[in-house]
Structures are given as structure tokens and as C-alpha cells.
């Protein structure tokens, strides 16, 4: 696919601040924060930005390629698009119009269990490329139906997630009373009356929901009623009698996300994953928490020949996937950087946020004379 950037927003910052712009503030700070004071949040960008790597301009170069394999399947980048709940809130038909993106360019697209697009209709889009992540169900007859939908679906990758044990304490959307769909209180009626662009498309898509859950949830549930819906349904915390059964059943790869401590990293391996992603959710889980970089490199070190290390959480550029690959990661995820392009551009907004990391990243690998998505560990300090 042609790389085609729009020249008004050359960085993932400059789209982050036309969704402030152009969506609803309960929307935008649902996205853009995370949790408690955001230390976590801060540190994984500031940390990860710390990597540093050298250059070899003397060296003969024949060209950089980013085609990376994982899995099997060899992709255009080494980057994909993380899982993200309740997209259609912060911008109409987000998902679909993500999932497309993704499959013209040939990375990974990862569709969250709580997002507003089904795991039938993200398949559709993408020829069954779609991987799909898995909040854990608290009753078996629930959890093997929507495998076997994910199974139906030809989905070749399962997420399950291991860092949503508690769900993040989250300010903002504390004081914004956010609910799906959302609640129109005074205060919200004003904030989608100033963003008419972000109504229109509302109207015309309808009301977000939860389009996987639909066929076993209530309707019309505010924040807490939601919570406990969440709570009642879905069990948080995993551990092996969870994984077991889950293993023995999913017939693809499974792939443990939220993984942040070498503890963990053992477990995976020793209930058979085929890869874990380093990831601490964004910064939305645990404030106190270390950036992924730091555990990404031990983890990467000890175990990387044991299984797939990604990572996820702060990357915002081309540069920072390189960092991030430097650091020991096979492929890398991102979250925001995909949800401010769409909620800043709308439909055009996934082919320029893919469009406009490939550009960096391409840039960075030829400067560093890195030919191969492999070789960036040995460019760096
Ligand atoms: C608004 C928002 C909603 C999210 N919802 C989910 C979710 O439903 N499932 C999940 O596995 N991760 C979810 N995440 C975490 C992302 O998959 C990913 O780990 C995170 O966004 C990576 O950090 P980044 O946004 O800094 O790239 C969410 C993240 C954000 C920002």
C-alpha cells in the first residue's frame, strides 16, 4: 500500500492535538489518560525514550526492509495495532475503519472484547486476518462461545489478558460519570454540542455498543451498573486453572498480554503461549509500575528464545519502535497513537497514522544502516 501522509500532521502529537480538538472531552480524556497521578503513563514515553542507538554509515547497506514474521506470517512492519475498548466512543466506526487500515497495510489488528465492532464483522474486514483479545469470563458456557466465535471467525492469534486484575482507577472518567453508551448529563451535552463533526457521525452510526457482548448483557447500563456487569461477567484475575482450559481448546496461537515481571514471562512459558506481550496497559493499571522498557529488556535477555517477546505501552513514533525493537522486542503494539490519527482525521485517519510510522521508521532504519528488523538490537548503546 502507497504510503500517503497528510503534511498538516507530520507527528503522532500533532494528531493527539487535533482529537482534543474535534472530540468530546469525556471521549478524549477516556483515551488520552491514565490512572492515578499518570506517573506510569509519563514514564513509559520518557523511559523508553532513554534508549539511545548508534549508526554504522560506513558500513555497506543494501537496502531496509521492515517485513517482520511472527507467528508464521510475515508483515509490512514490525508494529500493530493494539486491543481498545469502547473505540466507537471516541470516534465512530473507529475499529472498522482501523481494522481496514491495517489489513491494506499488512500489519496485526488486535479487536478488544469490549469494543464496538464484533469479532464476525473485524474478520470480515480484514480476510480473517484479525486477531482478537479475550477478557476472561467468569462462566465457561460464555468463554468457549466466544472462542469458538474467534474460532468460526478464522481468528489466527488469542490475547488473553493478565493486567486488568482491578479495574484502573481512573480520575477523569470518574469525574466525566463515563458510561457506554454515553450518559447525557448537562456537562456531556455540552461538550458533544461543541464538537459537531464527532455528533454528526455519531448520529449517523448510531449509538456505540458493546458489539461482542450484545447477545448476553443488559441494556442501557451507566458507568456503575457497567462495572458490575464487567465484574459479574468477566474474572479479572488469571491464573493457571484459567489458562489451562483456554490452551487445550484455542487450536491457534495464544499470546499472554500485560506481562511485566519475569515470574510471569515463566509462566507463560510453562502453560505453552506461544508469546507474551510486555505491556502495562498504558499506564492505565498500575501507577506505580515500571515503564515496559525496563522489564522488555530482561525478559527479552533471559527468555527470548523461549518465546515471542512483544511489547506494547508509550511508543509514539518511528524512532520508538526502534527503540523499543533495540531493546529486545520482535514486534511492537500500539494503542493511542492509532485511536488520536482516527479521532483526529476519521476514515483517513488509519492509513495516515500507519503511513506516517513506516515513513519514520524507514528513515531511522537507513540512518542507522539496519537492513533487517532483526539487526536492532545491535545498534544499540
Ligand atoms: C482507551 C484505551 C482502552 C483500552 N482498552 C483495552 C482493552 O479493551 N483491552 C486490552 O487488552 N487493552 C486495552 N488497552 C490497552 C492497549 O491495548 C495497549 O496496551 C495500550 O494502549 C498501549 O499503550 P499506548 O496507548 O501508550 O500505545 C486500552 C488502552 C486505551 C488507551
Same mark, same amino acid.
Request: no cysteine; proline share 12%; aromatic share 12%.
Given at each position: 500500500m502507497a504510503l500517503k501522509i497528510d @503534511?498538516?500532521?507530520?507527528s503522532i502529537d500533532d494528531l493527539r492535538k487535533k482529537a482534543q480538538k474535534k472530540i468530546p472531552k469525556f471521549a478524549f480524556e477516556y483515551l488520552d489518560g491514565g490512572c492515578n497521578e499518570d506517573v506510569n503513563l509519563i514514564r513509559n514515553t520518557a523511559e523508553l525514550r532513554d534508549v539511545q542507538l548508534k549508526p554504522n554509515y560506513l558500513r555497506k547497506h543494501s537496502g531496509s526492509s521492515q517485513k517482520t514474521k511472527l507467528f508464521g506470517v510475515e508483515y509490512d512492519a514490525p508494529f500493530g495495532i493494539a486491543p481498545v475498548g469502547l473505540q466507537g466512543l471516541m470516534w465512530p466506526n473507529s475499529p472498522e475503519i482501523l481494522a481496514k487500515a491495517a489489513f491494506e497495510h499488512n500489519i496485526p489488528f488486535i479487536l478488544s472484547t469490549? @469494543? @464496538? @465492532?464484533s469479532i464476525e464483522r473485524a474478520s470480515e474486514l480484514t480476510e480473517g486476518k484479525a486477531w482478537f483479545q479475550l477478557y476472561h469470563p467468569t462462566e465457561d458456557r460464555l468463554r468457549d462461545d466466544i472462542i469458538k466465535r474467534a474460532e468460526a471467525a478464522e481468528c489466527p492469534v488469542l490475547v488473553i489478558l493478565c493486567d486488568v486484575p482491578t479495574f484502573g482507577f481512573r480520575p477523569r472518567d470518574i469525574r466525566n460519570g463515563l458510561a457506554m453508551p454515553p450518559k447525557m448529563s448537562v456537562k456531556n451535552i455540552l461538550q458533544v454540542l461543541g464538537k459537531p463533526h464527532w455528533a454528526m457521525q455519531t448520529l449517523k452510526y448510531g449509538q456505540p455498543n458493546f458489539a461482542n457482548l450484545l447477545p448476553y448483557m443488559p441494556k442501557g447500563l451507566d458507568l456503575k451498573q457497567l462495572g458490575k456487569f464487567m465484574d459479574q461477567t468477566f474474572s479479572g484475575r488469571l491464573n493457571e486453572e484459567k489458562i489451562k482450559p483456554i490452551r487445550d481448546m484455542w487450536k491457534g496461537k495464544l499470546v499472554l498480554k500485560g506481562v511485566a515481571s519475569e515470574y510471569d514471562t515463566e509462566e507463560a512459558i510453562r502453560l505453552g503461549l506461544d508469546g507474551i506481550i510486555v505491556s502495562n496497559h498504558g499506564g492505565r493499571q498500575l501507577d506505580a509500575g515500571e515503564s515496559t522498557v525496563k522489564p522488555l529488556s530482561r525478559i527479552a535477555e533471559k527468555y527470548g528464545d523461549k518465546i515471542e517477546v512483544m511489547v506494547d505501552s508509550g511508543l509514539r513514533s518511528g524512532p520508538d519502535v526502534a527503540r523499543a525493537m533495540a531493546s529486545g522486542a520482535k514486534f511492537t503494539f500500539m494503542g493511542r497513537s492509532f485511536m488520536y490519527g482516527v479521532s483526529a482525521l476519521g476514515k483517513q485517519g488509519g492509513n495516515h497514522t500507519i503511513s506516517l510510522l513506516k515513513t519514520e521508521l524507514q528513515q531511522v532504519m537507513e540512518q542507522l544502516c539496519c537492513e533487517k528488523t532483526s539487526d536492532f538490537p545491535e545498534h544499540l548503546i
Open positions: @503534511t498538516r500532521y507530520p469490549v @469494543t @464496538t @465492532t
